[in-house]
């Protein structure tokens, strides 16, 4: 069973190292590693050069999403997993995956715990849902990094290419309708490391409710509708909705083009 680590980059010469490492050091060996840089300026590309095991191409593309669609397009495995550049995985992250997938043959999408790294300093993230009714409520707790979870590749082909518009909740997106489509399980293993930095796309998001809760409601539009005034209602009132008006304003955009939503 082959993995496909597939990896967006843009200007990582300062950390991919570690990133395409922590694949090295994979205690499972039967994997590829892809990735999609979108025509660094600084020494990511001599890095990229001295790996001959990489399958590689560093052109301009349209953002991260693109180049995760791109990534998946010249990827071969039955299983994959994201890697961010910055980011980097434990020894035996593939080896409990697999393992683990071997013995649940009817499940898709694996996630399992992460920590967390800022400034020097980790701390443990343990409680992602895989609960796609808690995802559509934002309760905030969804993984927070693509490397604590690995699904089978017939989940990203049901699910289609990640939005190209969409550059800050892509992954909130594809887990909506990931957990919504898929059979999945929760882990307590840590699999990996995300690494809070000051130009990722984490340390630069703001406003992260008013940018999550559209998706939310659109999702329940268009796949459970009746559960979409239910949520409507709850973001409504969630104690992380700075501005309760513009949940409204959502909801009379989302009438005026329910027609558009529903045909996508």
């Known amino acids: 069973m082959k993995i496909s680590v597939l990896t967006p980059s843009f200007n990582s010469g300062d950390y991919i190292e570690r ?12 994997w590829e590693h892809i990735i999609i840089d979108g025509n660094s300026t600084d020494n990511t590309v001599n890095i990229l050069k001295r790996h001959k095991h990489l399958k590689w191409v560093s052109e301009s593309d349209k953002g991260q999403s693109d180049a995760m669609n791109k990534a998946f397009k ?21 080896k ?28 443990p993230r343990v409680n992602a849902t895989i609960s796609w009714k808690d995802l559509s409520v934002l309760k905030g707790r969804f993984p927070l990094n693509p490397v604590s979870y690995m699904y089978k590749r017939k989940v990203q082909q049901k699910i289609g290419d990640f939005p190209v518009d969409e ?31 000051e130009n990722n796309k984490s340390s630069r998001i703001n406003g992260e409710f ?22 409507y209602a709850k973001l409504l009132i969630h104690h992380n909705n700075p501005q309760p008006n513009k949940v409204v304003l959502y909801l009379t955009n989302l009438y005026v083009s329910i027609k558009k939503i529903i045909k996508q």
């Open 19 to 30: 990133s395409i490492q922590s694949v090295l050091s994979q205690t499972y060996k039967n």
């Open 74 to 94: 010249i990827s071969k495995g039955d299983f994959i997993v994201y890697l961010n550049s910055d980011d980097y995985f434990y020894p035996d992250a593939f």
């Open 96 to 123: 409990t995956l697999i393992t683990n997938f071997t013995k649940n043959p009817k499940i898709d999408i694996i996630v399992g715990n992460l920590h967390l790294e800022k400034k020097g300093l980790k701390e």
């Open 167 to 197: 550059h800050y909740t892509m992954d909130y997106w594809f887990l909506l309708r990931a957990f919504y489509f898929f059979k999945t399980i929760k882990i307590e293993e840590f699999l990996g490391c995300f690494v809070f930095v």
């Open 210 to 231: 008013d940018v999550q809760s559209p998706h939310a409601l659109k999702f329940c539009l268009r796949y459970t509708p009746l559960r979409f005034f239910y949520v």
